[in-house]
């Protein structure tokens, strides 16, 4: 497979990136006011949205025509064999004799007759809506068809036909030369991949009244899915096939968005989802005898409250201005009781301290209380009468507690304990953490404390069983390597890996909203544009808004896709996730995440890229409405754009994951100025978003500098508030920091080394050669037994011929010393 090429994004301090003029005071302006305004989200983060979401997101708005020929099809065919009788009037029976009639003619060598037959079957897995009354009865005529497709085998039959297609050299070469590629050239993939998507994510999903045979039919499709089965490898390694072909333009006419889909889906139901994680990570530290974690991160995060967002530039201009205006009736301006209850909070603020949080730069951009957004309106009224005074024990309201229990690691102790002998006693004891002689009262205590709260993660386990492994492989013999599905994944994916990961990245580039078209970029819209192009407003309209939304699902499918892939191979091996997180980083994936939040995010998480008449089934059970300019410009009701908001903590996740205890790359962030990106993040009032832009904050809040820290005490305390304590981890203060050398290129080729090494032992066919014994005994060696292919006599004079009595002997050579 040719090498592909990475995605650049120079600095994110260029042109490109950062708005001028008049359209950068636009965008300000616009950001201050939906921060004025912008409400708590209610937004709950899980695998995926609900199903119907995630089964409409499928289809394009372009596509909508062929669910009438899809039904055209299966009736014209079902007519003949049930004689005026319906679908859903049938017994199973009958419905199974039917289907093997259908899977029966899948085989004909007709193309067309073929995609005829597989639009009737996508028919029944659309869950026949022309029966069909209501959208909860599309549903569950879809879940039944689907389970019974299942059964009959109809998903390895469509699989075969999707690798012919694949390998189609004839439609690729067609596709390359057309100058603009539309829906017509991707039917037959976009039929096979929506049926394989809607059988995927409905039988992954599971209900209050599934069948006893369902759920078995569950687990042995996810079975089938996750082992190599499928030509020696697992299904999700053909789909990433596909991406890596599309990216390298030899198949522009591939659906992509579907792919990505049902590559996601597909990862989802084999390995399991972030609950499925959280119990396998469980298990797995019962299994390494580690003790049980400190609490359940899901729960932790869901129980979190938002902050209110940050002040923007505009917010901070306005608030001088009206300093300015009315210095002298400046009391009747403020609202007293707000600031009566954050002083009620915070007992040990004094007036020092009142006057700075007053300084307009020093509130550049920190995050307030919990106050509610409609409070911080500022109302011309007199204040309140102020409260009766209470003694000071009453009134103080201490703090509940921290969401996070603190965690320390072993290094940690270790540095600690090291500083401390080297201060009170003036030589060092290497690792031991035992031993305290000779250290004072005040250390004894803090290294009891210290081990509390000493959290060894699976990871380092594993990397010190490595290093066991490496150094004695002959004493300690073979390694056990569990069968798991992400196990087997990584053995497929690891040949071509830096293939795959540059060809998502590159993906990621081309939907991102910030990307600008140019003329070398990957098409990714063949599967959204129609043969004929627009020609009134509306049309128009339409069509903006279907490639805005399918640029959203990309992003979706493959931010989702990366995290999961990150999150389940750290939890299988930690070399596995590094190697997959270090081609992320040399592709570029950490500038490309900071470019895709220099944007409105505001705007972003609240677009309204969607025409709810239009989604599936509502389309195909209610009759549709006129569609007006101003219905599409109206959008839907809802608060904010779930998969975006989605789509956001997803990409924030992943950056921490590329970044965490990596001093190299958190200097990168450093680098591409990501602060000031990041603090505009913060603007959605959603808590587990605001969570994972605080973390990022924090790792590199010590390089930032003393003024920026002074000018940012409320995002500072919000991080004390919401991200997990390391106990001596000196993140507020970088005292001495600056002294450290960031060499980036040395941290990365030490990892490096222990992957390479790790994957040579683990999965090198010729590994211990040198330890393997020799036989110099000619007569044995040519006594063993060599296969030969079966073939092999026909042609073994000619193999004489060519290979021994043509080829001329030097037996002089042979006498000579080498």
Same mark, same amino acid.
Request: proline share 6%; net charge negative.
């Given at each position: 497979?040719?090498?592909?090429?990475?995605?650049?994004?120079?600095?994110?301090?260029?042109?490109?990136?950062?708005?001028?003029?008049?359209?950068?005071?636009?965008?300000?302006?616009?950001?201050?006011?939906?921060?004025?305004?912008?409400?708590?989200?209610?937004?709950?983060?899980?695998?995926?949205?609900?199903?119907?979401?995630?089964?409409?997101?499928?289809?394009?708005?372009?596509?909508?025509?062929?669910?009438?020929?899809?039904?055209?099809?299966?009736?014209?065919?079902?007519?003949?064999?049930?004689?005026?009788?319906?679908?859903?009037?049938?017994?199973?029976?009958?419905?199974?004799?039917?289907?093997? =009639?259908?899977?029966?003619?899948?085989?004909?060598?007709?193309?067309?007759? =073929?995609?005829?037959?597989?639009?009737?079957?996508?028919?029944?897995?659309?869950?026949?809506?022309?029966?069909?009354?209501?959208?909860?009865?599309?549903?569950?005529?879809?879940?039944?068809?689907?389970?019974?497709?299942?059964?009959?085998?109809?998903?390895? +039959?469509?699989?075969?036909?999707?690798?012919?297609?694949?390998?189609?050299?004839?439609?690729?070469?067609?596709?390359?030369?057309?100058?603009?590629?539309?829906?017509?050239?991707?039917?037959?993939?976009?039929?096979?991949?929506?049926?394989?998507?809607?059988?995927?994510?409905?039988?992954?999903?599971?209900?209050?009244?599934?069948?006893?045979?369902?759920? +078995?039919?569950?687990?042995?499709?996810?079975?089938?899915?996750?082992?190599?089965?499928?030509?020696?490898?697992?299904?999700?390694?053909?789909?990433?096939?596909?991406?890596?072909?599309?990216?390298?333009?030899?198949?522009?006419?591939?659906?992509?968005?579907?792919?990505?889909?049902?590559?996601?889906?597909?990862?989802?139901?084999?390995?399991?989802?972030?609950?499925?994680?959280?119990?396998?990570? *469980?298990?797995?530290?019962?299994?390494?005898?580690?003790?049980?974690?400190?609490?359940?991160?899901?729960?932790?995060?869901?129980?979190?409250?938002?902050?209110?967002?940050?002040?923007?530039?505009?917010?901070?201009? $306005?608030?001088?201005?009206?300093?300015?205006?009315?210095?002298?009736?400046?009391?009747?301006?403020?609202?007293?009781?707000?600031?009566?209850?954050?002083?009620?909070?915070?007992?040990?603020?004094?007036?020092?301290?009142?006057?700075?949080? $007053?300084?307009?730069?020093?509130?550049?951009?920190?995050?307030?209380?919990?106050?509610?957004?409609?409070?911080?309106?500022?109302?011309?009224?007199?204040?309140?009468?102020?409260?009766?005074?209470?003694?000071?024990?009453?009134?103080?309201?201490?703090?509940?507690?921290?969401?996070?229990?603190?965690?320390?690691?072993?290094?940690?102790?270790?540095?600690?304990?090291?500083?401390?002998?080297?201060?009170?006693?003036?030589?060092?004891?290497?690792?031991?953490?035992?031993?305290?002689?000779?250290?004072?009262?005040?250390?004894?205590?803090?290294?009891?404390?210290?081990?509390?709260?000493?959290?060894?993660?699976?990871?380092?386990?594993?990397?010190?069983?490595?290093?066991?492994?490496?150094?004695?492989?002959?004493?300690?013999?073979?390694?056990?390597?569990?069968?798991?599905?992400?196990?087997?994944?990584?053995?497929?994916?690891?040949?071509?890996?830096?293939?795959?990961?540059?060809?998502?990245?590159?993906?990621?580039?081309?939907?991102?909203?910030?990307?600008?078209?140019?003329?070398?970029?990957?098409? *990714?819209?063949?599967?959204?544009?129609?043969? $004929?192009?627009?020609?009134?407003?509306?049309?128009?309209?339409?069509?903006?808004?279907?490639?805005?939304?399918?640029?959203?699902?990309?992003?979706?499918?493959?931010?989702?896709?990366?995290?999961?892939?990150?999150?389940?191979?750290?939890?299988?091996?930690?070399?596995?996730?590094?190697?997959?997180?270090?081609?992320?980083?040399?592709?570029?994936? *950490?500038?490309?995440?900071?470019?895709?939040?220099?944007?409105?995010?505001?705007?972003? *998480?609240?677009?309204?890229?969607?025409?709810?008449?239009?989604?599936?089934?509502?389309?195909?059970?209610?009759?549709?409405?006129?569609?007006? +300019?101003?219905?599409?410009?109206?959008?839907?009701?809802?608060?904010?754009?779930?998969?975006?908001?989605?789509?956001?903590?997803?990409?924030?996740?992943?950056?921490?994951?590329?970044?965490?205890?990596?001093?190299?790359?958190?200097?990168?962030?450093?680098?591409?100025?990501?602060?000031?990106?990041?603090?505009?993040?913060?603007?959605?009032?959603?808590?587990?978003?605001?969570?994972?832009?605080?973390?990022?904050?924090?790792?590199?809040?010590?390089?930032?500098?003393?003024?920026? =820290?002074?000018?940012?005490?409320?995002?500072?305390?919000?991080?004390?508030?919401?991200?997990?304590?390391?106990?001596?981890?000196?993140?507020?203060?970088?005292?001495?920091?600056?002294?450290?050398?960031?060499?980036?290129?040395?941290?990365?080729?030490?990892?490096? $080394?222990?992957?390479?090494?790790?994957?040579?032992?683990?999965?090198?066919?010729?590994?211990?050669?040198?330890?393997?014994?020799?036989?110099?005994?000619?007569?044995?060696?040519?006594?063993?037994?060599?296969?030969?292919?079966?073939?092999?006599?026909?042609?073994?004079?000619?193999?004489?011929?060519?290979?021994?009595?043509?080829?001329?002997?030097?037996?002089?050579?042979?006498?000579?010393?080498?």
């Amino acid at each position: 497979m040719e090498e592909m090429e990475v995605p650049i994004i120079n600095n994110l301090n260029d042109d490109r990136l950062r708005p001028r003029g008049k359209d950068a005071f636009k965008d300000q302006q616009k950001e201050s006011e939906s921060s004025m305004d912008s409400p708590n989200l209610e937004f709950e983060y899980g695998d995926t949205d609900h199903l119907t979401a995630e089964l409409s997101e499928l289809y394009s708005y372009t596509e909508e025509p062929e669910f009438a020929l899809n039904r055209d099809y299966f009736e014209e065919d079902f007519r003949s064999h049930a004689r005026g009788r319906r679908w859903i009037e049938l017994t199973v029976e009958e419905q199974r004799a039917y289907v093997m =009639r259908l899977l029966d003619a899948l085989e004909v060598t007709d193309r067309d007759k =073929r995609l005829k037959v597989a639009r009737a079957i996508l028919y029944l897995a659309q869950g026949v809506f022309d029966e069909c009354d209501t959208e909860v009865d599309v549903l569950h005529w879809s879940r039944h068809n689907v389970f019974l497709l299942y059964d009959m085998g109809i998903f390895t +039959a469509l699989l075969e036909l999707l690798s012919m297609e694949i390998d189609n050299s004839q439609a690729c070469s067609s596709a390359v030369r057309k100058p603009a590629i539309s829906l017509a050239d991707s039917t037959e993939l976009r039929v096979l991949l929506s049926i394989m998507y809607l059988m995927v994510e409905t039988i992954r999903v599971q209900t209050e009244d599934d069948r006893p045979e369902w759920t +078995a039919a569950r687990e042995a499709f996810k079975a089938e899915l996750g082992s190599p089965l499928y030509n020696g490898e697992p299904f999700a390694l053909l789909l990433f096939t596909m991406v890596t072909k599309f990216c390298s333009m030899n198949a522009p006419h591939f659906p992509m968005k579907k792919v990505l889909l049902l590559l996601w889906k597909t990862i989802l139901f084999t390995l399991g989802g972030f609950e499925e994680l959280q119990e396998m990570k *469980i298990r797995g530290r019962e299994r390494h005898s580690l003790p049980p974690l400190p609490e359940d991160s899901i729960k932790v995060v869901r129980a979190m409250r938002a902050a209110s967002p940050p002040a923007s530039a505009m917010e901070l201009i $306005e608030q001088q201005q009206q300093q300015k205006r009315g210095r002298r009736s400046r009391r009747p301006l403020v609202k007293q009781d707000s600031l009566d209850t954050y002083n009620e909070r915070d007992p040990f603020k004094n007036d020092d301290a009142r006057d700075e949080e $007053e300084d307009p730069e020093d509130t550049d951009s920190g995050i307030e209380g919990e106050v509610d957004p409609l409070d911080r309106d500022v109302i011309i009224q007199p204040p309140p009468p102020p409260p009766p005074l209470r003694p000071l024990a009453e009134r103080v309201n201490f703090p509940k507690g921290l969401p996070w229990a603190p965690k320390v690691r072993e290094r940690d102790i270790e540095h600690f304990l090291e500083t401390s002998r080297n201060k009170f006693i003036g030589f060092t004891l290497g690792n031991d953490t035992d031993t305290l002689v000779g250290l004072p009262r005040p250390i004894h205590e803090s290294v009891k404390t210290l081990k509390q709260h000493k959290y060894v993660s699976i990871a380092e386990v594993q990397i010190k069983r490595e290093e066991e492994l490496q150094q004695c492989p002959l004493t300690l013999g073979e390694e056990e390597v569990e069968e798991t599905p992400t196990e087997m994944l990584y053995l497929g994916m690891l040949p071509n890996l830096s293939q795959y990961v540059i060809a998502l990245l590159k993906l990621l580039l081309a939907a991102a909203p910030t990307s600008k078209a140019k003329t070398d970029s990957i098409n *990714i819209l063949a599967d959204v544009l129609p043969e $004929e192009m627009p020609i009134t407003v509306l049309q128009s309209m339409k069509l903006g808004i279907d490639v805005n939304r399918h640029k959203e699902i990309i992003v979706k499918a493959i931010s989702a896709l990366l995290l999961l892939l990150l999150k389940h191979l750290k939890l299988n091996h930690i070399y596995q996730f590094e190697i997959v997180s270090q081609h992320l980083v040399f592709a570029n994936c *950490i500038p490309l995440i900071l470019k895709f939040f220099n944007q409105n995010i505001m705007s972003y *998480i609240s677009a309204k890229n969607s025409i709810c008449v239009l989604d599936f089934p509502h389309c195909v059970v209610h009759e549709m409405p006129e569609l007006t +300019a101003e219905s599409l410009e109206a959008g839907d009701n809802n608060q904010f754009c779930w998969r975006n908001l989605f789509s956001c903590i997803n990409l924030l996740r992943i950056l921490n994951k590329l970044t965490k205890w990596k001093h190299s790359r958190t200097m990168m962030l450093v680098v591409f100025k990501s602060a000031p990106i990041l603090k505009r993040a913060l603007k959605v009032k959603q808590a587990m978003m605001q969570l994972y832009v605080l973390k990022l904050l924090k790792i590199q809040t010590k390089y930032l500098g003393r003024q920026w =820290r002074k000018s940012n005490m409320k995002t500072m305390s919000a991080i004390y508030q919401k991200v997990r304590h390391r106990l001596n981890d000196d993140w507020a203060y970088g005292n001495d920091i600056d002294a450290r050398p960031w060499d980036f290129q040395a941290e990365e080729c030490a990892l490096r $080394e222990s992957i390479e090494k790790f994957n040579s032992r683990r999965y090198d066919k010729n590994k211990n050669g040198e330890f393997m014994p020799v036989d110099n005994c000619l007569q044995s060696v040519l006594g063993q037994r060599v296969d030969l292919p079966e073939d092999f006599h026909y042609s073994y004079e000619m193999w004489l011929e060519r290979e021994v009595f043509s080829q001329p002997i030097q037996w002089e050579g042979l006498l000579q010393n080498p």
